[in-house]
């Protein structure tokens, strides 16, 4: 069982930057072996793909972000990071952290993110 805990969120003005984080935990596991995600939930709507990252460290950003996020990866660390940059209201959801291995999903319990002035 892989356990995710994500932190970082908060309240950011527009304009304004945040790093979330995502710990990987469980008996035995690594993220060296799992693709690791960022999605996001605001209310009302699908939750949506923020950022992807391999094994291998290709990424893949849903087309909102346009250049202004980064997704990175701390296999020692077991950590999965989002740093987002030049937030704007729309950004405001939860934000949630996803693993996968052998085909299994797992799911963080998320992190608020409110961008507002």
């Known amino acids: 069982q892989v356990q995710l805990v994500e932190s970082g969120g908060g309240l950011v003005q527009p304009g304004g930057s945040l790093r979330l984080s995502c710990a990987a935990s469980?008996?035995?596991?690594?993220?060296?072996?799992?693709?690791m995600s960022w999605y996001r939930q605001a209310p009302g709507k699908q939750r949506e793909l923020v950022a992807s990252i391999t094994i291998t460290g290709s990424t893949n950003y849903g087309d909102f972000v346009k250049g202004r996020f980064t997704i990175s990866r701390s296999n020692a660390k077991n950590t999965v990071y989002l740093q987002m940059n030049n937030l704007t209201p729309e950004d405001t959801a939860v934000y949630y952290c996803?693993?996968?291995?052998?085909?299994?999903?797992?799911w963080g319990q998320g992190t608020q993110v409110t961008v507002s002035s």
């Open positions: 996803r693993a996968t291995r052998h085909a299994t999903g797992y």
């Open positions: 469980g008996s035995g596991i690594s993220i060296y072996a799992m693709s």
